[in-house]
């Protein structure tokens, strides 16, 4: 297998491949698992196990892979630790729930910013970055190579959030947004963690 993933009490396993070379690897992990969870007097029901096979062909139909007796459902989609990987590895789906998200989180700013006595705006901007970055953040590492169409997107979300926190009207210049509520654009946040990754795998390559 190329990557076993093991998470609280979630694995996920990566397997790259002819059909039948990607069967005998997911076996072969299949077997460590079950030996490890036997051990400790638990099992791991295979059939509840998804399969999302990623190709770049338009039109690929993968024939059933069954392990244990027990078929793998095929997925078109499947979340792992938060983010949503296609089968196309296109990242449309994650993007669409990160901007749902989004949206909810400026009609938060919103009700908040409409009282009478409302937050200061330092405060307004202060909660906008702690949700919105905290929730783009997570995985942009992986889905921020995504189309410059889907980056246009998130950044236009993250334009209303922060116009709806400083109270600045839509007319105002980007530039000047990022300026006066000190905010970054998508490309920079994927930018300043690539850079920290690619520090922290230079000095703990492990």
Same mark, same amino acid.
């Given at each position: 297998?190329?990557?076993?993933?093991?998470? %609280?009490?979630n694995?996920f396993?990566v397997a790259s491949?002819?059909?039948v %070379?990607v069967?005998?690897?997911l076996?072969?992990?299949n077997?460590?698992v079950?030996?490890?969870?036997?051990?400790?007097?638990?099992i791991?029901?295979?059939?509840? %196990?998804?399969?999302?096979?990623?190709?770049?062909?338009?039109?690929?139909c993968?024939?059933?892979?069954v392990?244990?007796?027990?078929q793998?459902?095929?997925?078109?989609?499947?979340?792992?630790?938060g983010?949503v990987?296609?089968?196309n590895?296109s990242?449309?789906?994650h993007?669409?729930?990160l901007?749902?998200?989004i949206?909810k989180?400026n009609? =938060?700013?919103?009700?908040?910013?409409s009282?009478?006595?409302?937050p200061?705006?330092e405060? %307004?901007?202060d909660i906008?970055?702690?949700l919105?970055?905290?929730?783009?953040q997570?995985?942009?590492s992986?889905?921020?190579?995504t189309s410059?169409?889907n980056i246009?997107?998130?950044?236009?979300?993250?334009?209303?959030?922060?116009?709806?926190a400083?109270? =600045?009207l839509?007319s105002?210049? +980007?530039d000047?947004?990022?300026?006066e509520?000190?905010?970054?654009?998508?490309?920079?946040?994927l930018?300043? +963690?690539s850079v920290?990754?690619?520090a922290?795998?230079i000095?703990?390559?492990?």
């Amino acid at each position: 297998v190329d990557f076993v993933g093991i998470y %609280a009490d979630n694995i996920f396993a990566v397997a790259s491949g002819t059909l039948v %070379a990607v069967e005998s690897k997911l076996k072969d992990i299949n077997d460590r698992v079950q030996q490890w969870a036997e051990s400790r007097g638990t099992i791991i029901p295979v059939n509840k %196990a998804e399969l999302l096979h990623i190709c770049r062909k338009k039109f690929c139909c993968p024939t059933t892979l069954v392990i244990n007796d027990s078929q793998l459902q095929y997925k078109t989609q499947m979340r792992i630790l938060g983010v949503v990987f296609s089968k196309n590895l296109s990242w449309n789906n994650h993007v669409k729930k990160l901007i749902i998200k989004i949206s909810k989180i400026n009609n =938060l700013l919103k009700l908040i910013c409409s009282r009478k006595k409302g937050p200061h705006i330092e405060t %307004a901007l202060d909660i906008c970055r702690a949700l919105v970055y905290g929730l783009i953040q997570h995985g942009i590492s992986i889905y921020g190579w995504t189309s410059k169409q889907n980056i246009h997107k998130l950044n236009a979300s993250l334009n209303h959030c922060f116009r709806t926190a400083s109270g =600045l009207l839509q007319s105002t210049p +980007i530039d000047s947004l990022r300026i006066e509520t000190r905010s970054s654009n998508i490309q920079s946040v994927l930018e300043k +963690i690539s850079v920290n990754l690619s520090a922290r795998s230079i000095t703990d390559p492990e």
